[in-house]
């Protein structure tokens, strides 16, 4: 028996759109179903230690929360990877403008955070060290590899009360 014209060669069926067979990740998680959990941990995540985190209403801005840190409010994207490419995890950074992916500017966000779900790591990255970029491939821990090049900014919750570094006041 032939197998219908445009029918899927199994796993996921032939009549689900190509943007959604897309979206489908490993473990049985949408794309966007990872990135709700995301942005659930990083909330109870931040304000564990100590952060305010507000949600800003409508889905028009660049970031998806503003925290205060008690040194400046800082606009903040997070992001959650679970997708993992020769032993670095794939976390995408970028955003669609018409369809088309572009990466973010300093003028949209401060800071991204990404989580890597199956270590459940938390990397602060300030927006200067992601400009231009569509992705990072960051470095699983578990494995043997060489040095992480964001190995500094791994857990890096400090830099959101006092960015760089630096202590203001």
């Given at each position: 028996m032939s197998k219908a014209k445009g029918g899927s060669r199994g796993g996921i069926p032939g009549?689900?759109?190509r943007s959604a067979?897309?979206?489908?990740?490993?473990d049985g998680i949408w794309t966007n179903e990872q990135?709700?959990?995301?942005?659930a941990a990083f909330v109870y995540k931040a304000m564990s230690v100590g952060l305010v985190v507000a949600k800003p209403?409508?889905?028009?801005?660049?970031?998806?929360?503003?925290v205060d840190g008690?040194?400046?409010?800082?606009?903040?994207q997070v992001k959650a990877s679970s997708h993992l490419i020769w032993?670095?995890?794939h976390a995408s950074i970028s955003r669609r403008k018409n369809g088309i992916k572009v990466a973010y500017t300093e003028s949209e966000l401060d800071f991204v955070v990404v989580l890597i779900v199956p270590e459940q790591t938390w990397y602060v990255l300030p927006v200067r060290v992601v400009v231009g970029r569509m992705a990072l491939m960051i470095r699983s821990q578990n494995g043997v590899h060489h040095r992480d090049p964001y190995?500094?900014?791994?857990?890096a919750w400090h830099l959101l009360r006092e960015p760089d570094?630096?202590?203001f006041g």
């Open positions: 009549y689900v759109p067979r897309k979206a489908m990740r490993g990135g709700d959990l995301g942005e209403n409508g889905q028009n801005h660049r970031y998806d929360f503003m008690g040194k400046g409010l800082w606009r903040v032993g670095s995890y190995a500094y900014y791994r857990e570094g630096l202590t």
